[in-house]
């Protein structure tokens, strides 16, 4: 009797939780680096003012064993089809576990064939899906800025103004691009 | 021998998933829940409403039970153990920090 009803619920449990095959893995991502790249219409307020804008952010992104990672990121200010500035980061850290970033938090998360940064600012925050390919040896990039909930508009350091906070009033994704190598 | 335990961890799984689903179920029929699976070492598997923005965490108990430990209290406030829980799928929304975040 116990036996039937256990088959019944394991049954309904492996229909409710996704199979891991086809995921990545920690173990498939070892060694390897990825370079990614977005392009984002912005229009922002800096400084009381408000401009259309473009930035591009940059992620490069090494993995090691355990999902232990070195990750830098470049965020460029462009205004008029010229470089204003740029802000550099580096992270060191392991995949799943969430650490200080700046003035917000930021994680790599596994989910899927997917490979997910979370990162947030002083209000907002930005989710990075990277789509590895069933080898594992390409990818492409999905980088949506994201609203936070009862904040108001996006707000981070400048990338042209050290020391001023610029507003993101609205941001599109134009193009990005992405690359897998180990 | 081990079918007992198995039996009864899987049924607290079953039984936690369909008390989260509950409330849910009322406002949009079986479209709110998204599970991301677990990964071994990293994460534990995270069931997200993305209606109501509650999260879960399947949390592996001590007598080898599993649950649906809640990421949120109802109201929306973070849960103090779960500051840092970050919840994910492929909706519009995540949670980071007891903060919540949409596309």
Not at chain 1, 147 to 176: C, D, H, I, K, W
Not at chain 2, 73 to 101: M, V
């Amino acid at each position: 009797m116990m036996l039937r009803a256990a088959g019944g619920v394991i049954a309904t449990a492996v229909a409710v939780l996704p199979c891991a095959a086809g995921a990545v893995t920690l173990e498939s991502l070892q060694g390897a680096t990825i370079e990614a790249t977005s392009m984002y219409d912005t229009h922002i307020r800096l400084d009381g003012r408000e401009f259309d804008a473009q930035t591009r952010w940059s992620v490069r992104l090494s993995i090691a064993a355990a999902g232990a990672f070195n990750a830098s990121f470049v965020r460029t200010a462009i205004y008029q089809g010229r470089e204003k500035g740029s802000l550099n980061r580096s992270l060191a850290g392991t995949i799943g576990t969430p650490q200080q970033a700046g003035k917000g938090h930021a994680v790599w998360l596994l989910a899927g064939d997917k490979l997910i940064l979370l990162r947030t600012f002083e209000a907002g925050g930005f989710k990075a899906e990277i789509t590895l390919s069933p080898d594992g040896n390409g990818c492409s990039m999905r980088a949506p800025l994201a609203r936070e909930v009862g904040a108001g508009n996006t707000r981070m350091q400048s990338a042209s103004r050290p020391g001023s906070q610029v507003e993101v009033l609205s941001a599109t994704q134009a193009s990005s691009t992405c690359k897998v190598s180990r | 021998m081990t079918v007992r335990p198995l039996a009864a961890g899987v049924a607290v799984v079953l039984a936690s998933l369909l008390a989260a689903a509950a409330p849910a179920q009322a406002q949009t029929p079986g479209a709110c829940f998204e599970v991301v699976a677990a990964q071994a070492g990293v994460q534990p598997a995270i069931l997200v409403d993305k209606c109501s923005g509650k999260t879960w965490q399947l949390i592996k108990g001590r007598r080898g039970a599993y649950r649906w430990t809640a990421l949120s209290h109802d109201d929306g406030a973070p849960a103090a153990s779960a500051a840092a829980a970050p919840a994910t799928g492929a909706g519009k929304c995540f949670t980071f920090e007891g903060r919540k975040f949409c596309e």
